[in-house]
């Protein structure tokens, strides 16, 4: 079991038994932002991207790390969740804007009968939802007085979370063809806004090769090059950008650019929502960049993956 450390205390370990130093921030400095602004778990987390020495009486220290670096990825993670969160509720939207546009087209539908369809192979769900509409919540009054059986899609769409909409999305698809290649890409969706609206740390994953595809193909549809091969016909990509679009992170986030561009049907929005991307691109994501070395082999990914993104959103900033 790990010892509970006081602030002072986490600064100490930082400095001594992490060799992490405190020139860019000083300790006072780091300890007001420990106090104020951000914990000690969230702010090391994202130590595992920096090198350590391998051997020696330093093994396991950091061979060059400042605290400021991480509290500086800690902001940008901050802000790269926010905007990423707006991109996938958007795309939740709407895809639920085109699904009930088609049933609502859809002679064989009547709005009821999918629904029954669909929870007829899921009792689980059936049972969520009627606990949900005994419950005192924000969407619980949208099933109130409602039967198991009675439940309209444009209500059933308003309470379920959006991995259960996901599956929904492709179960009306498997039986009426509304989508190419969207339902293989709203798993990657998923995972992103889950994980802005958890606010967990997204750039921890930065340098993590994606191998959730051969963990587990039956949760995972897309080919693993899907999304490479789809920016290739819009942008250059270098062999070296591709091997970075193969990570766990940069493969989900350029999966939820290319989504965003691909489904949302308003240019007016799609405009908007790229401009804001690049509004953070050009400007606060690079406003520290000074802080890393890009001589060195592991501050350089952030370095690439940043000019990578915005090569990216540049591009599909153009095309709206």
């Not at 953070?280 to 890393?292: L, S, V």
Request: hydrophobic share 35%; proline share 1%.
């Amino acid at each position: 079991m790990k010892t509970k450390l006081t602030i002072e205390k986490q600064i100490e370990y930082m400095k001594i038994d992490k060799n992490i130093k405190f020139c860019l921030c000083s300790e006072e400095n780091a300890k007001e932002i420990l106090e104020k602004s951000n914990y000690f778990y969230k702010i090391k987390s994202y130590s595992k991207l920096f090198e350590t020495y391998r051997s020696g009486i330093n093994k396991g220290k950091f061979t060059n790390l400042d605290f400021e670096k991480l509290n500086e990825l800690s902001k940008i993670d901050f802000y790269l969740r926010k905007l990423l969160l707006n991109m996938t509720i958007t795309i939740e939207h709407v895809l639920k804007v085109e699904l009930l546009n088609s049933i609502a087209a859809n002679k064989a539908e009547n709005g009821y009968q999918i629904v029954n369809k669909y929870l007829s192979t899921n009792n689980t769900l059936k049972d969520k939802l009627i606990a949900k509409s005994n419950r005192e919540d924000y969407s619980s009054r949208i099933l109130k007085n409602k039967a198991i059986n009675e439940i309209p899609v444009w209500n059933f769409v308003e309470v379920i979370d959006f991995g259960t909409f996901e599956r929904f999305y492709k179960f009306y698809n498997n039986n009426y063809r509304i989508s190419n290649n969207t339902t293989n890409y709203l798993w990657n969706v998923r995972q992103i806004r889950n994980a802005c609206a958890h606010n967990d740390c997204l750039l921890v994953s930065m340098n993590r090769f994606d191998d959730r595809s051969l963990k587990n193909r039956r949760t995972v549809k897309n080919k693993p090059q899907d999304h490479i091969i789809y920016l290739r016909k819009i942008v250059d990509l270098l062999p070296r950008e591709e091997a970075i679009l193969k990570t766990f992170l940069m493969k989900d986030i350029s999966i939820v650019l290319i989504v965003f561009f691909e489904v949302v049907k308003s240019k007016q929005l799609k405009k908007h929502q790229f401009k804001e991307l690049k509004y953070w691109i050009d400007g606060r994501f690079k406003e520290h960049q000074n802080y890393f070395d890009i001589q060195r082999n592991d501050e350089r990914e952030f370095f690439f993956s940043y000019l990578l993104i915005k090569k990216i959103v540049d591009k599909l900033y153009s095309l709206c």
